[in-house]
């Protein structure tokens, strides 16, 4: 980032942006339900991971629902969190 830029920078913060939710899932093998879906999100925000990528909600009406519950059910919680922030909650999105 520029340094004469308007936006503050913290130097000493590694921000921790988790894709096992998304690309976890591709492994052969690997498929989670709703409800794993969910506590692998609380567990994370537990952790304080600070973005959590959900899902690519396009692919299928299960997959929208399963980051839809996250957003809702695990985005706004803030127990256990150093920074007392909650965790931002991001849906894989591409466009052509």
Same mark, same amino acid.
């Given at each position: 980032?520029?340094?004469?830029?308007?936006v503050?920078?913290?130097?000493?913060?590694?921000?921790?942006?988790?894709?096992?939710?998304?690309?976890?899932?591709? $492994? &052969? +093998?690997?498929?989670?339900?709703i409800?794993?879906?969910? !506590?692998?999100?609380?567990? =994370?925000?537990?952790?304080?991971? /600070?973005?959590c990528?959900?899902?690519?909600?396009?692919? $299928? &009406? +299960?997959?929208?629902?399963a980051?839809?519950?996250?957003? !809702?059910?695990?985005?706004? =919680?803030?127990?256990g969190?150093? /920074?007392?922030?909650?965790m931002?909650?991001?849906?894989?999105?591409?466009?052509?």
């Amino acid at each position: 980032m520029a340094e004469n830029s308007d936006v503050p920078v913290q130097k000493d913060k590694l921000i921790i942006f988790d894709t096992t939710l998304r690309d976890g899932e591709q $492994s &052969p +093998g690997a498929t989670l339900n709703i409800e794993e879906k969910l !506590e692998i999100a609380r567990q =994370l925000s537990r952790l304080g991971v /600070d973005i959590c990528e959900a899902g690519f909600p396009i692919a $299928s &009406p +299960g997959d929208f629902e399963a980051v839809r519950r996250i957003a !809702e059910e695990v985005g706004p =919680l803030t127990e256990g969190r150093k /920074d007392g922030q909650p965790m931002v909650i991001a849906g894989l999105a591409r466009a052509n």
